[in-house]
Each structure stands twice: as structure tokens, then as C-alpha cells.
């Protein structure tokens, strides 16, 4: 489950609340705490930066060919992943390191 998905299930749990008992009514104790949660929601989480490391996996049948760490295979007609400005696996969308060979 995403982190989108559990807050929209806290959400949806929040708007059928009944019974909180501290003073407040139900509605605006409810809506005090969806609002919170929208709030959370909208914040950016830092995720820490992964790598997908790409290897050369060149070979007769497919020149420039290379794999990367998930798994992908990527051919190119001229040059390295880099060289062709690729940033970002696109299999798993980690941060893109070419290995040294």
C-alpha cells in the first residue's frame, strides 16, 4: 500500500467517525483531523536516493547493449546511457550510475 492509499483510507475512516468523547463535537474534532492529514499529505517526503548501476552487456548480436541493476535491457545506436543523457533507470527509476569497466 502507498503511503497516498493509507491516508486516503485514514481519511475515509476520519469522515465516518461517531463517537469521540473529550468536549469537542464529533464534526469538528473529524474535520480538525482530516485537515492535519491533508496537510501531511501534501508535504514533500525526502526519499533517499537509490542507484541503479548499468553494465556494458555488449555482444555481436546486439552491439551497444546494456543491462541494468533491475533487471532492464537498453540498446543504443551511438554511445553509453550517460553519453545520451539519461538521468534515471527507467525500470525502476532509481538514479542511473554506469559501472566502470
Known amino acids: 500500500m502507498t503511503k497516498d492509499e493509507a491516508l486516503d483510507l485514514a481519511l475515509e475512516a476520519l469522515d465516518n467517525l461517531l463517537y ?3 468536549g469537542k463535537s464529533d464534526y469538528d474534532q473529524a474535520r ?14 525526502q526519499e533517499p536516493v537509490a542507484e541503479c548501476v548499468w553494465e556494458h552487456e555488449d555482444n555481436d548480436y546486439m552491439p551497444g547493449t546494456w543491462k541494468s541493476g533491475c533487471g532492464v ?13 539519461m538521468k534515471y533507470c527507467c525500470g525502476c527509476g532509481a538514479k542511473l550510475k554506469e559501472k566502470n569497466t
Open 32 to 45: 480538525e483531523a482530516i485537515t492535519a492529514i491533508k496537510q501531511a499529505r501534501s508535504t514533500p517526503v
Open 73 to 85: 535491457f537498453w540498446t543504443f545506436t551511438d554511445g553509453s546511457p550517460v553519453e545520451n543523457d
Open 20 to 22: 469521540w468523547d473529550n
